[in-house]
């Protein structure tokens, strides 16, 4: 841009292509030039020192970025030897590029992205469950309004568990509430599947058998996020749900025997589903974490464990800290157990919170969930779209 176009420029409010609120930031009381970048001051006392290239990459013209996707288009790969012209102008920055480029930036959007701002998010940090823990509960006109859902998404993304009261029991609901977060996550059970006791079961979930705590699809490179069950009946003896949350177990486990846990995070094990039209296999530690020590996910599920496939040397210890962490999982100390009714929809982090059920009597009564699954991306995704008109 020229001299002439940086004028005009400066009488213009910059605009940031930026869809989450700045526009209320403070105002810049003071701008200089300094040997490590553009030095800030705003009314509010706060003061910032950025880097000549870090700004000139984050220029939000139509030049540097798409004016429709906002997607960047300008990239840095030459350093700045030579400074600026700069300006400030009713609060808002300005600086002219030796080659003639004109960046403006808004006060409010700098004072956002400044190094020493603490990064706000409407997204929640996940908690550990505490004694006496029940899912938070959200009645299903509520779910459908913008804060019920977003009371929805921020107690499944925080506590990884929430339910959903008084639906109506209809074939399907399951997944038009799901499409309301984001696109069904397929899997060889289907993009939306049936849970209830039938002949010839590839699986144990379509047996009247109880299910020890687990998660699903452990065998699966990335295993589904998020799984949401659907009650449509529930008139069948027995079959109550049982729950238990990964990262309380984890903790309590780092307490207990430290070395067994270890063993547990540090050990890949193979993972196998077959029948006659798939045979799905992975190998991963049954319990990972960070570099900090929190839980990423849990793979624990025995009757998708394949052979233990360890050095004969290895195997007692795995063996012990395995049983150690089962026994953990189902302690009455840390496991969750109510019975689902008919219009109800549990939902749960599968690769943090385990899921199980009690033995049911199908001779007593039809029991039949729908059920599919969900990205966490998308459940963020949708919590942060909605906080834009909070």
């Not at 190094?115 to 009645?139: G, H, Q, Y």
């Not at 008084?166 to 696109?183: D, K, Q, Y």
């Not at 010839?200 to 687990?214: D, E, F, Q």
């Not at 007692?316 to 026994?327: E, G, I, P």
């Amino acid at each position: 841009m020229t001299s002439a176009v940086f004028a005009a420029e400066k009488r213009q409010v910059p605009q940031m292509g930026e869809l989450t609120s700045y526009e209320s930031g403070p105002l810049i009381s003071e701008a200089t030039l300094a040997a490590d970048g553009v030095s800030l001051t705003w009314q509010t006392g706060d003061r910032t020192t950025l880097p000549l290239l870090w700004l000139r990459d984050h220029c939000a013209c139509s030049e540097c970025r798409h004016p429709q996707t906002r997607e960047r288009l300008y990239l840095p790969l030459a350093d700045i030897d030579e400074l600026p012209g700069i300006t400030l102008a009713e609060g808002h920055l300005y600086l002219q590029w030796t080659d003639g480029h004109v960046s403006a930036f808004h006060s409010g959007w700098l004072h956002q992205r400044r190094p020493e701002a603490r990064l706000t998010s409407a997204v929640p940090a996940p908690m550990p469950w505490v004694d006496n823990f029940f899912p938070e509960r959200i009645r299903h006109a509520d779910f459908l309004t913008p804060e019920g859902e977003k009371a929805w998404l921020t107690a499944m993304l925080r506590d990884g568990l929430a339910l959903v009261d008084e639906a109506p029991l209809i074939e399907e609901e399951v997944s038009r509430l799901a499409e309301r977060i984001g696109p069904l996550r397929s899997t060889n059970f289907g993009a939306r599947f049936d849970v209830r006791s039938k002949p010839n079961p590839n699986n144990a979930a379509y047996t009247a058998v109880g299910l020890p705590l687990h998660i699903d699809l452990p065998n699966w490179r990335q295993p589904p996020d998020i799984q949401l069950l659907y009650c449509l009946q529930n008139e069948a003896s027995g079959g109550e749900s049982l729950f238990a949350d990964g990262i309380r177990v984890i903790n309590a486990l780092r307490q207990q025997d430290p070395e067994a846990l270890a063993i547990l995070s540090e050990t890949p094990i193979d993972f196998r589903f077959q029948d006659e039209t798939h045979d799905i296999a992975f190998k991963a530690p049954v319990v990972t974490l960070d570099g900090h020590g929190h839980l990423v996910e849990m793979r624990l599920n025995n009757w998708i464990r394949d052979a233990l496939h360890l050095p004969a040397a290895q195997m007692d210890a795995w063996y012990r800290a395995y049983r150690l962490l089962w026994q953990l999982f189902h302690s009455q100390a840390h496991q969750l157990e109510f019975a689902l009714q008919s219009g109800q929809m549990i939902a749960f982090d599968n690769r943090r919170v385990l899921h199980g059920r009690r033995e049911f009597d199908p001779n007593s009564g039809a029991r039949h969930l729908q059920g599919t699954y969900l990205d966490r991306d998308m459940l963020a995704s949708r919590l942060r779209v909605l906080a834009r008109h909070a």
